[in-house]
């Protein structure tokens, strides 16, 4: 199973990214997509998520701003982020629940700075 995350930067407050999470080694489409973030110094917070038939769900920091998507055929899962803030800093991992075990990716770093 591997989870790899990309699409992280910089980017000036207000705004957009959109983040990528390629799945490998298990039957994606099976499971659902977790995006979650860590700032430094502070806990890994959950922000989305996307079940396997596309139903989703989103943090209350971020409703309404990032947009959470998946392509089962690609095994790939996005995160698409609108009118950052500076408090949007943070590494982001995708995860998932397989077989009563956690999965994450390596985390990409997106950084809202003037």
């Known amino acids: 199973v591997q989870l790899v995350e990309s699409g992280g930067a910089t980017v000036q407050p207000g705004g957009s990214l959109r983040l990528s999470c390629g799945a490998s080694g298990f039957t994606f489409s099976n499971y659902a997509v977790n995006w979650y973030r860590q700032a430094p110094g502070k806990e890994r917070e959950w922000i989305a998520v996307i079940s396997s038939v596309g139903t989703t769900d989103y943090a209350g920091s971020v409703k309404g701003r990032f947009t959470i998507s998946r392509d089962p055929a690609a095994s790939m899962a996005y995160l698409q982020m609108g009118s950052l803030k500076p408090d949007d800093t943070a590494a982001y991992f995708c995860?998932?629940?397989?077989?009563?075990?956690?999965?994450w990716g390596q985390g990409t770093q997106v950084t809202v700075s003037s």
């Open positions: 995860h998932i629940y397989m077989n009563r075990r956690n999965y």
